[in-house]
């Protein structure tokens, strides 16, 4: 083969990910149904990415930090309370958090309504986490903040337990 014919052949294209309604990987953590819709498996693990229906009166993880990854959270409906260490925002559609790494945070559905948002991870280092809690609950084990710390800790995370 010439340089130049090697220079016509095609390229690889990378695939592109289409993940319809209903799809997605079901993850069941107590009152709030998660459908992982990115893992990180095509995004070279630069990115994962979730859509979570938190239940009403749906409590959050323990307050936590990660120091190696980003967290963002979009409301798509209801509201979402976010407490960054000692400070509260209730989150209603439309709104934004961006947690970076190393900042206490932790979230829950404090109202009568069911709440959906989108979860990114970046890296995607957090998906497995979730798989993690949920193999939990499917072995019998409580879902304890014991438990839950315990788990987050697998990932670059800790208790931010400088706030109650």
């Given at each position: 083969m010439t340089d130049e014919?090697?220079?016509?052949?095609?390229?690889a294209t990378p695939a592109v990910s289409v993940v319809g309604p209903g799809e997605g990987e079901?993850?069941?953590?107590?009152?709030?149904?998660?459908?992982v819709l990115e893992d990180g498996s095509?995004?070279?693990h630069r990115l994962g990415f979730a859509e979570s229906?938190?239940?009403?009166?749906?409590?959050?993880?323990?307050?936590?930090?990660?120091?190696?990854?980003?967290?963002?959270?979009?409301?798509?409906?209801?509201?979402?309370?976010?407490?960054?260490g000692d400070n509260d925002y209730d989150a209603t559609a439309g709104t934004l958090v961006m947690v970076p790494?190393?900042?206490?945070?932790?979230?829950?559905?404090?109202?009568?309504?069911?709440?959906?948002?989108l979860s990114t991870f970046t890296p995607d280092l957090y998906v497995q986490y979730f798989r993690d809690l949920q193999?939990?609950?499917?072995?019998?084990?409580?879902?304890t903040s014991q438990a839950n710390i315990q788990?987050?800790?697998?990932?670059?995370?800790?208790?931010?337990?400088?706030?109650?």
């Open positions: 014919s090697k220079a016509s052949e095609p390229t079901t993850i069941i953590l107590g009152t709030t149904l998660m459908r095509n995004t070279g229906v938190l239940a009403p009166h749906t409590p959050g993880p323990p307050q936590h930090r990660h120091a190696q990854h980003d967290e963002g959270f979009y409301i798509i409906s209801g509201t979402v309370r976010f407490t960054v790494p190393g900042v206490p945070h932790t979230f829950a559905n404090m109202t009568d309504y069911s709440a959906v948002m193999d939990m609950i499917t072995s019998g084990q409580a879902l788990a987050m800790s697998h990932y670059a995370t800790e208790p931010a337990t400088d706030f109650t």
